[in-house]
């Protein structure tokens, strides 16, 4: 089926297909024959890092924390939800990143902080919408806005923020210093808490800063390099440029 005319490149569908269905005639036939891999197979955007595609884990109803099984690709349940707080955002990962040497470097520079490593896992998420969208594993083309710069047991583990591209309410925020600060509160606490458990008073989980957009590009560029030096054997499925 082809696509139509009226689609724009950058449109969501496009991003995906583009990169799936290229010149390879067997990597044609795997696209069309099954599901891609959320990390692996989806494409992390042809407008990378300015617009990038964002995979949904977690949406603010959801009382257990899911996260994508490396290996199988498939949402599986990771834990219920400590206490009574949920993410107040929708939370996933940015496909065909990884938080690796340049993403611990750009970490321990911003934070002066020596002996970094990155958490090994994709880069993480934060998507601002005021739609009530009901259940996660989904995509959905997201603007970054800036940063959490946050440290988990040693490991760098940044939390980009961004915003749902045409958005009613916060499609039109270009940097993290236009959300509002109460938003931003509840955001951080959630990271700061999620993991403790009842009668703890030390976190291993700590938030050293809050950075703009400009920083949170070039966090997703380093994340994509450390993707490209971790999985070479997937380059075909890489966007041209970022």
């Given at each position: 089926m082809k696509h139509s005319k009226g689609r724009k490149r950058g449109d969501d569908g496009d991003q995906t297909d583009d990169v799936r269905n290229g010149s390879d005639p067997f990597q044609r036939l795997l696209g069309l024959m099954f599901k891609a891999h959320p990390w692996h197979g989806v494409s992390i955007?042809?407008?990378?890092?300015?617009?990038?595609?964002?995979?949904?884990?977690?949406?603010?109803?959801?009382?257990?924390?899911?996260?994508?099984?490396?290996?199988?690709?498939?949402?599986?349940?990771?834990?219920?939800?400590?206490?009574?707080?949920?993410?107040?955002?929708?939370?996933?990962?940015?496909?065909q990143t990884y938080s690796g040497e340049q993403v611990a470097?750009?970490?321990?520079?911003?934070?002066?902080?020596?002996?970094?490593?990155?958490?090994?896992?994709?880069?993480?998420?934060?998507?601002?919408?005021?739609?009530?969208?009901?259940?996660?594993?989904?995509?959905?083309?997201?603007?970054?806005?800036?940063?959490?710069?946050?440290?988990?047991?040693?490991?760098?583990?940044?939390?980009?923020?961004?915003?749902?591209?045409?958005?009613?309410?916060?499609?039109?925020?270009?940097?993290?210093?236009?959300?509002?600060?109460?938003?931003?509160?509840?955001?951080?606490?959630y990271f700061l808490t999620y993991k403790s458990a009842p009668g703890t008073t030390q976190h291993k989980v700590e938030i050293t800063s809050v950075y703009g957009r400009e920083e949170a590009l070039k966090v997703i560029r380093a994340s994509h390099a450390d993707y490209r030096a971790q999985y070479p054997e997937l380059s075909s499925l890489w966007p041209k440029q970022l």
């Open positions: 955007g042809q407008e990378a890092p300015d617009v990038v595609m964002a995979y949904i884990e977690i949406v603010p109803t959801d009382t257990v924390k899911y996260e994508v099984d490396k290996r199988s690709g498939f949402l599986k349940v990771d834990r219920p939800q400590r206490f009574s707080n949920c993410c107040p955002v929708y939370y996933g990962l940015i496909p470097g750009m970490f321990a520079k911003r934070a002066r902080r020596k002996g970094m490593v990155g958490d090994g896992d994709p880069l993480d998420i934060c998507v601002l919408s005021e739609k009530n969208i009901p259940h996660s594993d989904i995509l959905l083309t997201a603007l970054p806005i800036g940063g959490l710069s946050m440290a988990d047991g040693g490991e760098a583990d940044d939390k980009i923020i961004a915003v749902m591209r045409d958005d009613a309410v916060y499609g039109g925020f270009t940097d993290i210093a236009q959300c509002p600060s109460a938003l931003m509160d509840r955001l951080q606490h």
